[in-house]
């Protein structure tokens, strides 16, 4: 209702997946999956004409967004009591043009770019006939950006336009994620033991200048015309901050088959991070089933 005149705008899918074999002992398998969306944003803002009177100023911009997925896999049995798998995961997510609708004009774009790679390792081995290990491992990376057209001072005019450089800034975050997990399972006789451990790191470096532009706010059209603001705000520092997490935890538990109607289930987790002084983190757990 706002434009008479508006670009074409659509979405288009294209997905996929592909499998075989590498040997006769690998397999294989890759999925894509890739969206487009052809968008637009809608301004809707009152400005300044040149002759210095208020005009209605609407358009539509182009706002186009994709998303690509890729996800490869490969299963190999290296023996007859291993398996191997191998899974990579990348994900794209793009924004051109974002941050534009309403009263928020062209010049308050911003563009994103988000990036994710993930890497999965698990390893299944029989070891007996009563023990089975589990150790599987995970790496993400994650690359995440926003990023302003313009970098003038903020102009917000209120109830009319929001103009200038964009007051997001640039903002970026690079995260890194490893986690290492080994369980055991192993039975003997009344009793099914489950025993393992976990190990997490995540390693973060975030970065903003949101702000950092300056914003000059008006009251109105007239104020704005007059060039007196009736606020000016903006940020200062050190835009950048990181941080290491390191987690881990320990478990045991005993299913104990008392009688063929009632198991007793006890044991205990511990779990202790760097962020975290106390390291007394101790957790029994107790249970008990029975079937009339």
């Not at 997946?17 to 890739?34: E, H, I, P, Q, Y």
């Not at 770019?113 to 081995?125: A, G, P, R, V």
Request: proline content about 4%.
């Amino acid at each position: 209702p706002f434009v008479s005149k508006e670009p074409p705008y659509y979405s288009t899918f294209f997905t996929g997946n592909m499998s075989g074999a590498l040997s006769k002992n690998a397999s294989w398998f890759t999925s894509v999956f890739r969206r487009d969306n052809e968008s637009n944003a809608i301004v809707n803002a009152d400005i300044l004409g040149s002759n210095g009177i208020t005009q209605n100023y609407s358009v539509a911009v182009p706002n186009p967004q994709s998303r690509l997925d890729i996800s490869p896999r490969f299963d190999f049995q290296l023996g007859a009591n291993n398996t191997l798998s191998v899974r990579y995961m990348f994900d794209r997510q793009k924004q051109t043009g974002s941050g534009v609708s309403g009263f928020a004009l062209q010049s308050q774009a911003y563009n994103v770019l988000d990036y994710e790679h993930t890497l999965q390792i698990s390893d299944t081995q029989i070891l007996s006939s009563k023990i089975v290990n589990d150790m599987r491992f995970q790496y993400t990376a994650d690359r995440d950006s926003q990023i302003a057209s313009y970098t003038d001072p903020t102009i917000t005019v209120q109830g009319a336009f929001t103009g200038g450089g964009s007051n997001s800034g640039t903002v970026r975050d690079n995260q890194d994620r490893f986690e290492l997990q080994d369980y055991v399972t192993a039975a003997e006789g009344k009793h099914a033991l489950n025993f393992g451990a976990r190990l997490r790191l995540t390693h973060d470096v975030s970065s903003s200048t949101s702000g950092f532009n300056g914003n000059y706010i008006y009251s109105s059209l007239d104020a704005y015309a007059a060039g007196t603001p009736s606020e000016y705000n903006v940020t200062a520092g050190n835009p950048t901050a990181q941080v290491n997490l390191f987690d881990a935890a320990l478990f045991f538990q005993d299913d104990w088959s008392v009688r063929p109607n009632f198991t007793c289930s006890y044991g205990s987790r511990y779990e202790g991070q760097n962020r975290i002084s106390n390291q007394a983190n101790w957790a029994p757990r107790l249970s008990l089933s029975y079937a009339p």
